[in-house]
């Protein structure tokens, strides 16, 4: 018989380990709020994430957004052969892109690189006692390593956004093109049938939210290390899941408010 097993907590421990990841992430990031004023005057270090995270990102960005709009020109062509006349491919793609698949898909693909190199840095920092070096420089931690790494989160993943949703319509109007018989015209035609400007809009509020995840998870499980190279591993794996999990509860609720109470369907 194995003793060594570890045991299965009951669901009142589950609820009370919620609760108290809970109540230290909010403490986290009332602290992290408070420093991104004074923060403000790392710009240099601001600059290089902003490179890191959103240079960084692009390739990776403008192939998984290509793949993207042409599988969508693809299905949509698929379910609508018979029944639905070609030219409303475009709006499919252009409308699916930019308010869902371009914000949600280019979230979970940067903030998987991001999140986890961000807990992998900040969590080889405190197990190497580094950042409580910079305590006893006077210098903050919060302020010194998670604000640059927040606010460049926040302002590049729009930006990214904004890149992998043009990539994903020319994959998929090249795919309507080649593939299905759709002249660019009529693909064009298309995406300007049902065309809103709130749209684009809904799509960029997204982006910021899910940055600020992105950034969050990444710096919490970060600061929250222990146990050495095991710790970094472990706290490196939890900022992905929690990162993209929370992305996905995220988008839902945004959703919700975003085109049923602020751009409400006329």
Not at 55 to 78: E, H, K, M, N
Not at 208 to 234: D, K, L, R, W
Request: include cysteine; charged fraction near 15%; aromatic fraction near 10%.
């Amino acid at each position: 018989m194995n003793t060594d097993a570890p045991a299965i907590p009951s669901p009142w421990e589950l609820i009370l380990q919620l609760l108290e990841g809970a109540g230290r992430l909010a403490l986290f990031l009332g602290r992290l709020i408070r420093e991104i004023p004074p923060g403000l005057r790392y710009l240099r270090l601001t600059l290089e994430q902003c490179d890191y995270i959103g240079i960084g990102s692009l390739p990776l960005v403008f192939l998984t957004s290509l793949f993207v709009g042409a599988v969508a020109s693809l299905q949509t062509s698929y379910q609508f052969q018979g029944a639905i006349p070609l030219v409303y491919v475009g709006t499919v793609v252009a409308k699916s892109v930019v308010i869902e698949l371009g914000p949600v898909l280019t979230a979970l693909v940067v903030g998987a690189r991001v999140s986890s190199s961000i807990a992998a840095e900040i969590g080889t920092m405190r197990v190497t006692e580094q950042i409580d070096a910079l305590e006893t420089l006077a210098i903050r931690p919060i302020r010194f390593l998670a604000v640059p790494r927040f606010l460049a989160t926040v302002l590049m993943l729009p930006l990214v956004t904004i890149f992998a949703d043009a990539i994903a319509i020319f994959g998929g109007m090249a795919v309507a093109v080649s593939r299905i018989g759709i002249s660019v015209t009529t693909f064009s035609r298309g995406m300007k049938m049902l065309f809103e400007v709130n749209d684009i809009y809904g799509g960029l509020i997204k982006s910021f939210v899910f940055g600020a995840v992105i950034a969050i998870s990444g710096c919490f499980y970060g600061f929250h290390t222990a146990n050495g190279a095991e710790g970094v591993g472990a706290s490196t794996r939890k900022a992905v899941v929690a990162s993209c999990v929370l992305i996905l509860v995220a988008d839902y609720f945004l959703a919700e408010v975003i085109f049923r109470l602020l751009f409400p369907p006329a």
